[in-house]
């Protein structure tokens, strides 16, 4: 069925200072139509982004809605689609997709036990143990890793991965760092590079292309220097891999690293935009144009294999995004 709409707004939430992804998500709503409007939505009016962009509209916090003021807020602001861009309001949108879809209002996300299983680092590592791509070892102790084991990854179980986290800690520095977190979950040290892989999936599980890119430079767990790359059979791993979770819908991004002998380590599956997706984007990955044409009825215009370009390269410097 093809959805017509008088007016078609766009919500882009958390905004914070990603002004370059909030671009790039106006660039992808006019590829469908030029009239299409993309607001940005923060609960702190005097973030960065609200004093950069045209369209700002303050949010309350997520944990003050209901169905009923939610659907008001929407409707008050005119928004047709959703697209979330925080690990901390993922569950949210995924709760609220289907009585929004009832009302017209789609949303960018995939389902809640998708969201749920990525969230929780032990669960994730128990499912992938032997996938496509292994997950990295992960444990409740020091003394249930590898006696060899002498640099350790510290982490809270739930949630962002980059949120209190101890990389490459001996163990009196993991002693140290966890007083400052509350479920811990422990994991070794690997050295080697690391790449982002981000993918988007169709409402029938479905990868649509995937752009690799190395991880140049990164900064509280968000990769100011990227560049992408081709490998095509690391490619079809990670198709292997995102197909394993039922559920996975919209823009999605798996972090992996490779080690000094090139073997593959799974370390998180994010199920939304990142940081430095407008690359991706740029390349002809167009997962926000996608997910509008998949709402308003219109999935046969989505490419199967879309073209992606190669070698593109993404620089962040003073939230400034250069990409050439």
């Not at 008088?6 to 671009?23: H, M, N, R, V």
């Not at 590829?31 to 960065?48: E, M, R």
């Not at 962009?53 to 809605?65: A, G, L, N, T």
């Not at 559920?247 to 599956?269: K, N, P, T």
Request: proline share 5%; hydrophobic share 40%.
């Amino acid at each position: 069925m093809v959805r017509s709409f008088d007016q078609f707004t766009l919500l882009f939430s958390s905004l914070s200072a990603k002004i370059a992804l909030y671009q790039a998500t106006c660039e992808q709503a006019r590829l469908v139509n030029p009239n299409y409007k993309t607001i940005g939505a923060d609960s702190d009016p005097a973030c960065i982004g609200a004093k950069e962009i045209d369209s700002f509209v303050k949010i309350p916090p997520i944990q003050e809605f209901n169905q009923e003021n939610l659907l008001h807020f929407c409707k008050e602001n005119n928004i047709q689609f959703v697209i979330p861009t925080r690990d901390g309001e993922l569950l949210f949108w995924a709760v609220h997709q289907e009585f929004l879809f009832n009302h017209q209002i789609g949303v960018m996300i995939s389902s809640q036990s998708a969201i749920s299983l990525c969230e929780d680092k032990y669960s994730f590592f128990k499912y992938f143990e032997k996938g496509p791509i292994p997950s990295i070892r992960t444990s409740f102790s020091l003394d249930a890793l590898p006696s060899y084991c002498e640099r350790f990854v510290v982490k809270e179980r739930m949630g962002s991965a980059s949120r209190s986290i101890g990389l490459n800690l001996n163990s009196e520095e993991v002693d140290f760092h966890l007083k400052s977190i509350n479920e811990p979950i422990f994991q070794p040290q690997i050295n080697g590079r690391e790449l982002s892989a981000e993918t988007w999936i169709d409402r029938n599980g479905l990868c649509h292309g995937v752009v690799l890119r190395w991880r140049i430079l990164i900064i509280d767990g968000e990769s100011h220097e990227s560049e992408i790359f081709s490998n095509p059979e690391w490619t079809e791993k990670l198709i292997q891999t995102f197909s394993m979770i039922s559920g996975l819908q919209g823009h999605v991004l798996a972090q992996v690293i490779v080690d000094d002998e090139g073997c593959l380590h799974l370390v998180e599956i994010n199920p939304r935009l990142g940081g430095a997706s407008p690359l991706s984007l740029k390349a002809g990955l167009n997962s926000i144009k996608w997910s509008l044409q998949e709402f308003i009825g219109e999935p046969d215009q989505i490419p199967k294999s879309p073209i992606l370009k190669n070698k593109l390269r993404l620089s962040k410097k003073n939230q400034v995004v250069k990409i050439q």
